[in-house]
């Protein structure tokens, strides 16, 4: 059975940092490629990062050069460091493990909350 917990959300003032983690289970983590979306309030799920198997990374335009995802596949983890929150960054954070195109497992969510 796959399982996905996410942990490292919080209440952070803006201009704040948190880092997310996700740890997987029941899965060859390694192989797959992870991805951190979320849900601000009242808005669909949206992408936020990826990290492929090869560890390319790709990023949305709204959180470029303020987050950062990485892997430890040692570690079966996969991180997403947020730097200079803001109030817009106020969601739930999901992460995603993706093998091809039919194969994805998703985690509970984590809330993340940046106060102004």
């Known amino acids: 059975q796959v399982q996905l917990v996410e942990s490292g959300g919080g209440l952070v003032q803006a201009g704040g940092s948190l880092r997310l983690s996700c740890a997987g289970s029941?899965?060859?983590?390694?192989?797959?490629?992870m991805g951190w979306f979320r849900e601000g309030p009242g808005k669909e799920r949206d992408f936020v990062a990826r990290i492929r198997s090869n560890s390319s990374t790709y990023y949305a335009d709204t959180v470029k050069g303020r987050f950062t995802i990485s892997r430890d596949n040692a570690k079966n983890t996969v991180y997403l460091q947020m730097n200079g929150l803001k109030p817009e960054d106020t969601a739930v954070y999901h992460c995603e493990a993706r093998l091809g195109a039919t194969t994805n497992y998703w985690g509970q969510g984590t809330q993340v909350t940046v106060s102004s």
């Open positions: 029941g899965l060859t983590f390694s192989i797959y490629d």
